[in-house]
Every structure is written in structure tokens, then in C-alpha cells.
């Protein structure tokens, strides 16, 4: 399930399950948005773009879903693994201006 | 790898002191972003650089200072240090103003004020 810890909300899922990650962004004139991973000690680490044209995006395991009526961007990675147990930020910006990143959601991955 | 560079990679000062940080951008980029992130908190953007002139501010205190040379690469200093500036400081490049491309992350540099 997903609980607000200390600092992070953290979302605990089963290996193997499939994890969704929300993320509400702030400025409707954004036009350009990124999922990081962040995992510890590191610094954030691209995982999946999309533009504002567009309001679907799949990689390899992980898909961005927008919805730019509410403001909404999600990430599901489908087969959650273990090396997937990381922070995840979402990120917007418009056309290079500064990325503002929200509050980041730590996965947790359960054996 | 993501082709950005930051040095020192850990830095231990005494408050009241004042640090510089350094950030060499991936090759060819114009802009570089510096970020601060608290332990275990989200990423506060700082300041932004393009092509050697301010482009944005976000929550810097004024006792933080940026610049970005004509080479393109950029410090960051801090000063009067106080034990709340501990943090990881991170420097991100991307390839500048109207162009949606990723910004790519450094590794970090992470201050401890004692």
C-alpha cells in the first residue's frame, strides 16, 4: 500500500506485482516532463520522457500515463524487481527552463 | 555515466566557513541547474545558468552565490556555513533553452557542516 512516511510517501509492493507512481505537477504551461530514479547515494537517473503532445509513452517495463486536464502523471513499472527499489521524482519544465521536481515517492520492493 | 562532473564528492567543514563546489556539464551543453536535497527529501532547485548568464532562481539563500564560466562550467559557493546546509548538492546539464531534452544528473557533492 502507499503511506506518508517521515519525509517520503513510500509505496511497498510485492516483487513481481506491478507499481504505479503518481505524481500532480504544478504548472500548466509545462510542456516537457521526466521520470528519475534516484537510488541512494546517487544522483537521479532518467527513466522515461514525455511530451505535452502526447498522453502516453511506454520503454522497456515502465509506461508514463499524462493527463494534462487534471495535471497527472504517472509511472507503472510492471514486473517490479527488486533493482527497482529506488525514489522516483517526476519532473516538469518548459522548453529548458529549470526542472521543478516533486516530492519524489520511494518503492519499496517486498520479497 | 552521465557525463557530468562534480568534484569534490564530499566536502566536511566548520560552520561559519564558506565552500565552493565545482560542475563540469556533459559536452555540448549550455545549461546547468544546481539542486539541493536534504536527507531524504525532494529535490530544491537553487539556480539555473545558460550559456554563462542567469536564467532562473529558485529558493537560494543569498549567502549562496553561482556562476558559470566560458568554458560552460559552473560553481557553486556557499558561505557562512551553518549545520542546516549539510546536504547533497547536485549539478545537473541539459541542452538548453528551447530544446526538451533530460537534464543529466552529476553524482553529487555531499556537505557536512560540523
Known amino acids: 500500500g502507499e503511506s506518508v512516511g517521515l519525509h517520503l510517501p513510500t509505496l511497498s509492493v510485492q516483487e513481481g506485482d506491478n507499481s504505479i507512481i503518481n505524481c500532480a505537477y504544478s504548472?500548466?504551461?509545462?510542456?516537457?516532463f521526466i521520470w528519475y530514479k534516484q537510488e541512494s547515494g546517487k544522483g537521479p537517473q532518467f527513466i522515461i520522457d514525455?511530451?505535452?503532445?502526447?498522453d502516453k509513452r511506454q520503454g522497456q517495463r515502465v509506461t508514463v500515463l499524462l493527463n494534462k486536464t487534471v495535471k497527472h502523471l504517472s509511472l507503472q513499472i510492471a514486473a517490479t524487481q527488486p533493482g527497482d527499489s529506488a525514489v522516483y521524482f517526476c519532473?516538469?519544465?518548459?522548453?529548458?527552463?529549470?526542472?521543478?521536481f516533486g516530492p519524489g515517492t520511494r518503492l519499496s520492493v517486498l520479497p | 555515466d552521465s557525463g557530468v562532473t562534480q568534484t569534490p564528492k564530499h566536502l566536511i567543514t566548520a560552520t561559519g566557513q564558506r565552500v565552493t563546489l565545482r560542475c563540469s556539464p556533459r559536452?555540448?551543453?549550455?545549461?546547468v541547474y544546481w539542486y539541493q536535497q536534504s536527507l531524504d527529501q525532494g529535490l530544491q532547485f537553487l539556480i539555473q545558468?545558460?550559456?554563462?548568464?542567469?536564467?532562473a532562481k529558485g529558493n537560494i539563500l543569498e549567502r549562496f552565490s553561482a556562476q558559470q564560466f566560458p568554458d560552460l562550467h559552473s560553481e557553486l559557493n556557499l558561505s557562512s556555513l551553518e549545520l542546516g546546509d549539510s546536504a547533497l548538492y547536485f549539478c545537473?546539464?541539459?541542452?538548453?533553452?528551447?530544446?526538451?531534452?533530460?537534464?543529466?544528473f552529476g553524482q553529487g557533492t555531499r556537505l557536512t557542516v560540523v
Open positions: 545537473a546539464s541539459s541542452g538548453g533553452l528551447g530544446r526538451n531534452t533530460e537534464a543529466f
Open positions: 504548472n500548466s504551461a509545462s510542456d516537457y
Open positions: 514525455i511530451r505535452s503532445n502526447m
Open positions: 519532473a516538469e519544465t518548459s522548453y529548458g527552463q529549470n526542472f521543478v
Open positions: 559536452s555540448g551543453d549550455l545549461s
Open positions: 545558468y545558460y550559456n554563462g548568464e542567469e536564467r
